[in-house]
């Protein structure tokens, strides 16, 4: 709100760069926002999702200063946000506590486990991101936002990230829920799923054996009622370093035959892999494998 005399505080008021920089944050958070959704539903519907982080980090002192109350949140338990408050400052002094974080939009290490909770540097120049990373051994279910301004248009369809934790006894693991819904707007099929537990869970474990790698991606359901469908066509592993070649994938459900699933694309950035298939839906007790062999050069080769 505004008087009459003041200046109009939309962004596309406020010129190009401020216009940009909402675009690109709206869009950040529609990406997310059915993760929002469902640490809610599994709360039963209480508390806040937005935290400081001594909630959810025990024994940290540090948590409990001034500037990490005042400057930094928890989105759940596994997501951090560090918004650079100040005018004119692009780069500020961000604590992570002890534990793997990877910057949630490019995948890129942050801190590994094995390393002290520090103060590091974080730097985001407009109209980037906000700086959010996920913490290691957690999936972040994620979708195509672009153009979409109603939450019912996002669909069911999702990429996971898969945010590797380190590794023990030669395997890496990450987990993660996600509700089976689809429109999450109808006050009726939210409020079966808080009541009916909704949840499905989400695991990965990723084996590298001499050269081959295989991830194993499972969906359980332990409620009691699974409402909607909801489907996966991408994944994006982080904190697996190597090109994968020859890679195959498999889908194996209670309900149907083993099937063989067409891999569309595979992609190695600079951090993460990325692999796109035909849509799969998380029914309960399905699976996902995905093997391939890894190799030190960029060239890939689709099985």
Not at 46 to 67: A, H, R, S, V
Not at 228 to 241: H, I, M, R, T
Not at 251 to 259: E, F, M, V
Request: hydrophobic content about 35%.
């Amino acid at each position: 709100r505004r008087c009459v005399q003041e200046t109009a505080q939309e962004p596309y008021a406020l010129g190009p760069i401020v216009l940009e920089t909402n675009k690109n944050a709206a869009g950040l958070r529609y990406s997310i926002v059915k993760y929002y959704y469902s640490l809610y539903i599994r709360k039963g519907g209480y508390g806040t999702i937005f935290k400081p982080l001594f909630f959810e980090i025990d024994g940290d002192e540090e948590t409990l200063q001034n500037k990490v109350i005042e400057e930094e949140i928890l989105i759940g338990e596994h997501i951090l946000v560090t918004p650079i408050l100040y005018q004119g400052v692009e780069t500020v002094k961000a604590y992570f506590p002890r534990d793997t974080w990877y910057s949630l939009v490019t995948g890129e290490l942050v801190q590994s486990k094995h390393e002290a909770g520090t103060y590091r540097d974080v730097t985001s120049k407009l109209p980037d991101h906000v700086p959010i990373f996920v913490r290691g051994g957690h999936i972040v279910p994620f979708q195509n936002a672009r153009g979409v301004t109603r939450l019912k248009q996002l669909g069911n369809n999702f990429k996971l990230i898969i945010a590797l934790n380190e590794e023990e006894n030669g395997v890496r693991r990450s987990s993660g829920f996600l509700l089976s819904l689809q429109d999450y707007n109808n006050k009726q099929s939210l409020n079966r799923c808080q009541h009916n537990e909704c949840l499905i869970e989400i695991n990965a474990e990723v084996a590298v054996v001499s050269d081959e790698v295989n991830i194993v991606i499972r969906f359980d359901y332990n409620g009691k009622e699974q409402i909607e469908d909801v489907y996966v066509n991408k994944v994006e592993l982080f904190g697996l370093s190597d090109n994968i070649e020859n890679i195959q994938l498999e889908y194996i459900s209670k309900t149907a035959n083993p099937l063989k699933q067409l891999v569309k694309f595979y992609e190695q950035g600079k951090h993460p892999n990325t692999i796109g298939f035909d849509t799969i839906p998380m029914s309960a007790g399905s699976f996902i494998a995905i093997k391939g062999r890894r190799v030190e050069e960029k060239q890939v080769v689709l099985a």
